[in-house]
Nanobody
Framework: QVQLVESGGGLVQAGGSLRLSCAAS????????MGWFRQAPGKEREFVAAISWIGGSTYYARSVKGRFTISRDNAKNTLYLQMNRLKPEDTAVYYC????????????????????WGQGTQVTVSS
């Protein structure tokens, strides 16, 4: 069982940066693959980025590749999402998620792959 709590969201101007954090409880965090998803009003939850349990593999949505970086610190039980060159279309509630299953190029993007979810943190990018 893992509990996830996101932080770091806020209001930023286009072109700016934010770093999201996701603090995980439980001693098994290091064995979970983790992901970031986002959901804008009126839209479905969509994949942003994911990282394997040991951090050796990362996956990104095409819309954020080259601007966002996912990382994890297993010693601190924390997942991060560094977001640079933010755009108004990045505005959404951002969720971190965890899964005991391995992830690949396709499965990393699937909402159903992840069992554990945080409550979300709002990111608003003004133009």
């Amino acid at each position: 069982q893992v509990q996830l709590v996101e932080s770091g969201g806020g209001l930023v101007q286009a072109g700016g940066s934010l770093r999201l954090s996701c603090a995980a409880s439980g001693r098994t965090f290091s064995t979970y693959a983790m992901g970031w998803f986002r959901q804008a009003p009126g839209k479905e939850r969509e994949f942003v980025a994911a990282i394997s349990w040991i951090g050796g593999s990362t996956y990104y949505a095409r819309s954020v590749k080259g601007r966002f970086t996912i990382s994890r610190d297993n010693a601190k039980n924390t997942l991060y999402l560094q977001m640079n060159r933010l755009k108004p279309e990045d505005t959404a509630v951002y969720y971190c998620a965890g899964t005991i299953y391995t992830i690949g190029v396709v499965t990393a993007t699937q909402v159903s792959r992840y069992k554990y979810w945080g409550q979300g943190t709002q990111v608003t990018v003004s133009s």
